[in-house]
């Protein structure tokens, strides 16, 4: 057993290998090390600049949103499988709140509700159009970054929401 940490959430994953993507933030995995191998961006103490706290403020409160719907569609799933994948969605996505919350040194991240449909292939539909949002935003903040590990995280993040994006092709085929 090894310990594995990821450099964009700080958080730990104990087993034989690393896992394909980050089980708590959603980077992948070429953003986990072994656990001697890592100073994770959460961790560093670093000057962020007036645009990329714009960015983070707007990333949190994007991130706040998503957690809220995906919590609701969670409630509303009609397969037990498709209630506990909204409810990792929405674990996921706090945890990207929960980033932005460390690096700005905020309270932690209030939660609100969301509607959402009753229909799965809405939520599907209406997910696909939230990540979709997300990842063309991460990558033009990680453009606008003028530091190296803001870069990182809005690339990090602009594929994790990339991998919900693939996650949610496989549910409206």
Known sequence: MKTYICQICGDAYIGTEKPA???????????????KEINPIVAQKFEIGEISKKN???????????STIYTCMAGKGKTYEIQKMFKRLAKIELEH??????????????????TCSEEDIENFQKTTELETHATDLYKQFAKEAGETNIRILFTALSQAEQGHIELMKNYLQ
């Open 21 to 35: 993507d980050c089980p708590f933030c959603g980077a992948p995995r070429n953003f986990i090390k072994e656990g």
């Open 56 to 66: 983070l403020m707007a990333t949190y409160d994007l991130e706040i949103r998503a």
């Open 97 to 114: 709140a929960v980033i932005v919350t460390k690096l700005l040194n905020m309270p932690a991240p209030e939660i609100k509700t969301e």
